[in-house]
């Protein structure tokens, strides 16, 4: 019952809806006591020759007045009890959808997709049963279980209902240790499910990886090892769940027989008349539904709580990223300053930066350029709060910026990754994600200032093509463009290119830079690239070197001097020329 201490918090918030629907319940047991008396006065009227037809008129119009009753009075506590059930499974899906949204990428590093998905579909359904089915089965079989016996003992016999209810402590036995091995099996069987979905879903999006390198064979077999894997351990709990019904059935069969043996002798006797026997089996027959609920009961609370159980470790996870308790609620401006002096990541020994001190002036364009690994995502991350417990300050507006609400923060800055992502939408709905309300002719402006208005056009639906699940259907350089037409949509204060023209030709890069230079006059401009040409342009340039600021200078002031970014450039220079030689031959 642990569950349901568990679940107390729901009970209480949905009390009205639950009150009335254990009444009604209650009522419909309470109802059902009365056709086996009605049975048993009409065979014992036929016995003793008394029964007339008035008398059976009256009889069948109170058993079909009390069937109408039960068909009523049971669609409403259904509606009540198993309408409350959705709203539980609505709220939790709800609860755990917002936390999703609030975790940092650390979070998501250590969590399958997979197993976040079975979270929300599997587990959530076990715990849905439990509000709903759960409720149903406890109330209803401790209600018609003790009222069945109640009404057994005081108007037929306490002796012989006290014989036929010998069998029932090994019942209860019994399903208590199913019950722990069901809590123990039904886990495992849930951690094997969130395995499979985690690996169908990796399967499917990485399915051009998988055909290009011919591991299709290797990838079924061990799709095919995991769902045996997931087979078995549901097998497993199959097992238990198995014992239920024939424990109980024999149990029931017990009791059927003590009843028949012991209560033929009562007749004889004269202790009990025949009227009174037939309808002390058919409260018996009653009784196999609480004893059967009672066994399906143990079943699904030990489903809801290893799934509740999951889900709260979920969602008792901290978020690491959150607002201030006096956070400021606008939007910042202004210049940036970067005063880092260390900054590791959680659970590793290196930094990845260190002595990070530079300030970039509202309307600058600031180039950060880098090995790679050498920083220069980890940098942005700790502008857009993604991470955070560095050492040091970052200034947005002469204000920290973990003064400002998260979400205010945000707004001023336009990100593009560098693993760019399209949801399965069209061209409009994914340019226009950030600002929804959007007019057709803004995001056809951004599509033109990121140089992919051209390519769309050529789309067979335009601006409605879908463009398939994370944008599948198009090329890299064509998500990387829209992309960065998402971004520009918003107008935002502060722009971030990490590494978003690695897929598009030296022209399209020049075309697209050019544009931003002309539109974002008076706002600033991050760009992180491997490809040097892409920021040769900018006001300040920094070169990073295993987390630490190797270089610094404008494009004419690296190149004057020994280093890194001077040695890069003529080697890309180099590079480009061959190319271009490489062309006209």
């Known amino acids: 019952m642990k569950v349901f201490m568990d679940l107390k918090w729901f009970f209480k918030q949905e009390k009205r809806p639950y009150i009335v629907g254990i009444l009604l319940l209650i009522l419909v047991a309470m109802l059902e006591l009365v056709p086996p008396k009605i049975i048993g006065i009409i065979v014992d009227s036929i016995k003793e020759g008394t029964l007339t037809g008035s008398q059976l008129l009256k009889w069948m119009i109170i058993l079909t007045v009390t069937g109408i009753s039960m068909y009523v009075i049971r669609y409403f506590w259904r509606f009540m009890i198993f309408g409350s059930a959705y709203k539980l499974a609505r709220q939790l899906r709800d609860m755990l959808y917002s936390h999703f949204t609030k975790m940092s990428q650390t979070f998501y590093q250590k969590k399958r997709v997979g197993d976040l998905m079975a979270h929300a579909t599997n587990d959530l359904q076990a715990i849905q049963q439990t509000a709903g089915a759960g409720v149903l089965t406890m109330v209803d079989s401790l209600t018609i279980g003790i009222a069945v016996v109640v009404v057994m003992a005081a108007t037929i016999s306490w002796e012989l209902t006290l014989i036929c209810l010998i069998p029932m402590p090994f019942m209860a036995i019994m399903t208590n240790w199913y019950g722990r091995l069901l809590h123990q099996r039904f886990y495992k069987a849930q951690e094997a499910f969130s395995s499979l979905n985690d690996k169908t879903q990796e399967s499917i999006t990485g399915i051009k990886v998988i055909k290009t390198f011919g591991q299709e064979k290797e ?57 009174e026997l037939v309808s002390f089996n058919a409260y018996l027959g009653l009784l196999v539904w609480p004893m059967l609920a009672f066994g399906w009961l143990f079943n699904i609370l030990e489903r809801g709580r290893a799934s509740y159980d999951r889900i709260r470790s979920i969602l008792d996870e901290p978020v690491d990223v959150k607002d201030t308790p006096d956070a400021l609620d606008q939007v910042p401006t202004g210049d940036l300053a970067f005063h880092i002096d260390d900054f590791t990541y959680l659970g590793e020994q290196q930094p990845v930066l260190k002595q990070i001190h530079f300030r970039l002036r509202r309307g600058e364009t600031l180039g950060i350029v880098g ?109 990387q463009r829209i992309s960065i037409a998402r971004a520009l949509l918003i107008q935002p204060e502060v722009l971030i290119l990490d590494d978003s023209l690695s897929a598009v030709d030296a022209k399209t890069e020049e075309g697209i830079l050019a544009s931003l230079r002309e539109t974002r006059a008076g706002k600033t401009t991050i760009i992180t690239a491997h490809r040097l040409s892409a920021i040769q342009h900018a006001d300040r340039i920094l070169v990073l070197d295993e987390g630490e600021i190797a270089q610094m200078g404008t494009h004419d002031e690296l190149m004057g001097q020994d280093g890194w970014y001077r040695e890069m450039y003529l080697h890309q220079q180099l590079e480009a020329i061959v190319e271009k030689g490489g062309s006209h031959g």
């Open 219 to 275: 990838d079924v077999e061990e799709f095919y090892h995991q769902s045996a894997d997931v087979v078995k351990k549901n097998l497993a709990v199959a097992r238990v769940d198995a014992l239920y019904d024939p424990t109980i059935a024999g149990i029931v069969g017990v009791s059927f027989f003590l009843s028949i043996a012991f209560g033929a002798k009562f007749v004889i006797d004269g202790m009990i008349t025949i009227g």
């Open 371 to 479: 090995k790679t690994g050498a920083g220069k995502t980890t940098l942005l991350k700790l502008l857009i709060r993604e991470s955070e417990g560095f050492d040091g300050d970052i200034l947005f507006g002469e204000r920290r910026i973990d003064q400002y609400k998260l979400e205010r923060l945000r707004e001023a800055i336009g990100y593009v990754p560098q693993e760019h992502f399209l949801f399965s939408a069209t061209v409009a709905e994914n340019i226009s994600f950030a600002k929804p309300d959007a007019s057709i002719e803004e995001v056809h402006h951004a599509a033109k200032l990121a140089k992919i208005d051209q390519d769309i056009l050529q789309f067979t639906d335009g601006y409605e093509t879908i463009v398939g699940e994370r944008g599948v259907s198009l090329s890299g350089g064509q998500k």
